[in-house]
């Protein structure tokens, strides 16, 4: 579990999310790469809020980083989905269609 405060004064949890989606990952030969970030040190899991409102949470094994979480609209929240294999939840069909090719 893990609280954040947003940039527009809200808080949210990780634990209130009503659905969480994790990083694809791939074996470059040596190491896991996020699919999200490209990096084998850096991560992101999007989460849906209970309002329905997507936000990527970011974390990183680099030593000082700490974790953060920012509000992605419909269309990145799609795309994250997209690149990282997962299926398309209803309510960002429309988002999906406009950001795939």
């Known amino acids: 579990m893990a609280r ?17 989606w994790e990083e694809e990952t791939r074996w470059d030969g ?3 790469v996020s699919v999200a970030t490209g990096t084998q040190w850096d991560h992101e899991k999007l989460h849906r809020s209970r309002k ?7 974390w990183s094994q680099w030593q000082g980083r700490l974790p953060s979480a920012r509000w992605v609209s419909h269309q990145i929240a799609a795309a994250w989905l997209l690149a990282n294999e997962h ?7 429309d988002a999906a269609a406009e950001v795939a090719e």
């Not at 299926?87 to 069909?93: C, F, G, K, Q, T």
């Open 4 to 20: 954040y405060h947003m940039d527009d004064g809200t808080v949210v949890d990780t634990k209130n999310a009503t659905e969480s």
């Open 30 to 32: 040596n190491n896991n």
């Open 52 to 58: 329905g409102r997507y936000w990527i949470e970011q």
């Open 87 to 93: 299926e398309i939840p209803a309510d960002l069909v």
